[in-house]
């Protein structure tokens, strides 16, 4: 079993739809939990990043983390066609000095 | 613009052979990291350097070897070049040990022919 799964997508949703992402894990040590965006030919980019179990807002954004049931979400609402990229989850380790595990991402592609 | 530099963006090269990566971190960051992005494999870590030492260590081949000097920069050098190591190959870097928040560069595109 792999430590972080992800459905690799793509998922289509129009324009202005909320777009729901999720990974579940299974290495309890994971204990910071993160969101990158990854234009295509591009670096990831650090959307959102949070320790805690609950929900996180920034903008159109909000990231879930369920520490019981090892699963984390991120929601985008209000979708634009910008916001077409593979979206990664990311994991760290309390233990690790630098080592952050990613999911294979989720290419969304949002249509006019 | 992520403030990490990575050159070259492009490179080709033939089995065997062997190559240099650069990375130049955002200035003031004491961490680089070094990923590796393929198809069938994600996006892995390689190593981490902190501040001119190595700091955290993945699934790098014996082929690569990385450092870090003292202006901070770092490179990777990947030998013996298979095709199978054709991937992007990404540096990181952050202020701290704690790789919680890093910043990506665009890449180094790297086909082994």
Not at chain 1, 13 to 39: D, H, K
Not at chain 1, 70 to 78: A, E, G, Q, T, V
Not at chain 2, 66 to 80: I, R, T, V, Y
Request: aromatic share 12%.
């Amino acid at each position: 079993q792999k430590e972080v799964e992800q459905d690799p997508g793509p998922l289509s949703v129009p324009e202005g739809a909320i777009v729901s992402l999720n990974c579940t894990y299974s290495n309890s040590a994971f204990q910071y939990f993160m969101w990158y965006r990854q234009y295509s030919r591009k670096g990831p980019e650090l959307l959102m990043y949070t320790y805690s179990s609950g929900n996180k807002e920034d903008g159109r954004f909000t990231a879930q983390v369920d520490k019981s049931s090892k699963y984390i979400s991120l929601f985008i609402r209000d979708s634009q066609p910008s916001d077409s990229a593979t979206y990664l989850c990311a994991f760290r380790p309390t233990d690790s000095w630098g080592k952050l595990q990613f999911g294979a991402g989720t290419q969304v592609v949002v249509t006019p | 613009d992520s403030g990490v530099t990575q050159t070259p963006k492009h490179l080709i090269t033939a089995t065997g052979q062997r190559v240099t990566l650069r990375c130049s971190p955002r200035s003031g960051d004491l961490s680089v990291y070094w990923y590796q992005q393929s198809l069938d494999q994600g996006l892995q870590f390689l190593i981490q350097y902190y501040n001119g030492e190595e700091r955290a260590k993945g699934n790098i081949l014996e082929r690569f070897s990385a450092q870090q000097f003292p202006d901070l920069h770092s490179e990777l050098n990947l030998s013996s070049l298979e095709l199978g190591d054709s991937a992007l190959y990404f540096c990181a870097s952050s202020p701290r040990t704690m790789n919680t928040e890093a910043f990506f560069g665009q890449g180094t595109r790297l086909t082994v022919v």
